[in-house]
């Protein structure tokens, strides 16, 4: 064997442990240990345990329930998943599909106090695409919560 | 507008990747036919 | 033997031609995309990043696809043509797979909030990437042909297995990314543009596979015609 079809020998060989890795991760490692996020209901079946450990929870923006303080960009809403509603509290402004009723996922800690702090809020959105209804313009949900400030 | 940036980073986006590749493609094709042309193959390879 | 895997050398103005088809469709389909949707009720104008982003995504797994049936007639066939169509389709289907997570990352940053996530789409998506750059790697490592076929063919089609996992991600698990769209999900205000720019898109996939498909057989011409050189040059210096 020449010293060249040795090295590319083991190159081919590294590619396909690469490979293999990669297969077992997806195979093996998603879908047993990766869940992307929790519920709310999964988060506080976890009691104790659930407190102060980073995590991604999703679920609903409650309609009603949300609370922006356009001063201190400080934002409220409580999460559901229909069954469980967790109170999350976020900084900063959100993404602009941002409004009541629909699907978020936030990352960050359920604190003892019973909130949950976000670090990071992403939009869900859904598969539906569709122009506003007569009368609702794209969008008013999202400069309603804002109000001035953006425009 | 700010999501018009995005929209306009979208697209552009998608015609530098196809242009780029359509020509990195044809150049490479000029190459190997004037390669297959030079070692006296023309007969086949050129159009 | 190089003569019987030499194609029918067809001009390259032919796939120019075929090229600036697929260009010309796709500008139209985009004008047409662009100027006719209306604002969506959530998105606002972002919704039109959808025709460049979906068909890219669709015309990547059928890119995956022909890979997946190259691999499959290689390895049934042992027809070297089969090989190098896998081989052709992988480099396509990369760079279509580049562009759609690309894409997907401008769009995401205005409406999810983030450039990045590891929800479980994104995440099987980086691995067929980096799948497909094994292949492609594994392809320039190996030197004799026969072995490189039958090697790549084998990581091809696992590769292109993987595209099922991407695609049923978002039903299997939890994830960002919403679950694929539906003529009922999407308004005919969009549904025409999203096809139209589909259509172009996969014109240029066919333009994109055949050019690279030619360019891997005029290589293996050149490379057969060295081997004959040296062969020659063998036989002159024993004699």
Excluded at chain 1, 87 to 112: D, H, L, N
Excluded at chain 3, 101 to 111: E, F, N, Q, V
Excluded at chain 3, 140 to 147: L, W
């Amino acid at each position: 064997m020449t010293p060249g079809s040795r090295r590319r020998l083991v190159l081919a060989g590294g590619a396909i442990v690469v490979l293999c890795g990669f297969g077992f991760l997806l195979y093996g490692g998603i879908g047993e240990n990766l869940v992307y996020f929790l519920t709310p209901s999964e988060l506080l079946a976890r009691g104790e345990r659930a407190y102060d450990t980073p995590v991604r929870l999703g679920g609903q923006v409650l309609p009603g329930s949300v609370r922006w303080d356009a001063e201190a960009l400080d934002l409220r809403f409580r999460l559901t998943d229909g069954t469980q509603t967790l109170v999350v509290r976020s900084t900063g402004a959100p993404p602009q599909m941002f409004r009541e009723g629909i699907g978020v996922v936030v990352e960050g800690r359920y604190r003892e106090g019973g909130v949950f702090e976000s670090t990071n809020l992403m939009v869900k959105h859904s598969n539906e695409y569709r122009p506003p209804a007569p009368g609702e313009r794209p969008q008013d949900l999202y400069r309603t919560l804002l109000g001035e400030e953006r425009s | 507008m700010s999501e018009w940036r995005f929209i306009v980073a979208a697209y552009g986006l998608t015609w530098v990747v196809l242009v780029a590749y359509a020509i990195r493609l044809q150049v490479r094709l000029r190459r190997l036919e004037r390669q297959l042309g030079a070692n006296g193959n023309g007969a086949e390879a050129t159009p | 033997m190089p003569g019987s895997f030499v194609p029918a050398v067809v001009s390259r103005r032919r796939y120019q031609i075929l090229g600036i088809i697929a260009l010309a469709a796709l500008v139209g389909a985009e004008l047409l995309g662009l100027s006719a949707s209306p604002p969506d009720r959530d998105m606002g104008h972002l919704q039109k990043i959808m025709y460049v982003h979906v068909p890219a995504a669709w015309s990547a797994f059928l890119a995956f696809f022909v890979v997946f049936i190259g691999s499959v007639l290689y390895l049934w066939k042992r027809e070297e043509r089969y090989d190098l169509l896998a081989a052709a389709a992988a480099e396509v289907a990369l760079v279509l797979t580049a562009l759609t997570l690309a894409l997907g990352s401008i769009w995401g940053r205005p409406t999810w909030g983030v450039w990045w996530t590891w929800d479980p789409r994104l995440t099987t998506t980086a691995i067929l990437l980096v799948m497909t750059v094994g292949y492609l790697a594994l392809r320039s490592f190996v030197d004799e042909p026969d072995r490189r076929a039958r090697w790549s063919a084998a990581v091809g089609i696992l590769a292109s297995l993987n595209v099922l996992v991407v695609y049923k991600s978002v039903q299997w698990w939890r994830t960002l990314h919403q679950v694929q769209s539906s003529p009922s999900t999407v308004d005919p205000a969009y549904a025409l543009g999203l096809r139209l720019n589909a259509l172009a898109f996969l014109l240029v996939l066919v333009y994109f596979i055949l050019l690279r498909y030619r360019a891997a057989r005029l290589e293996r011409l050149v490379e057969a015609q060295a081997e004959a050189r040296e062969l020659a040059q063998g036989e002159e210096l024993h004699v």
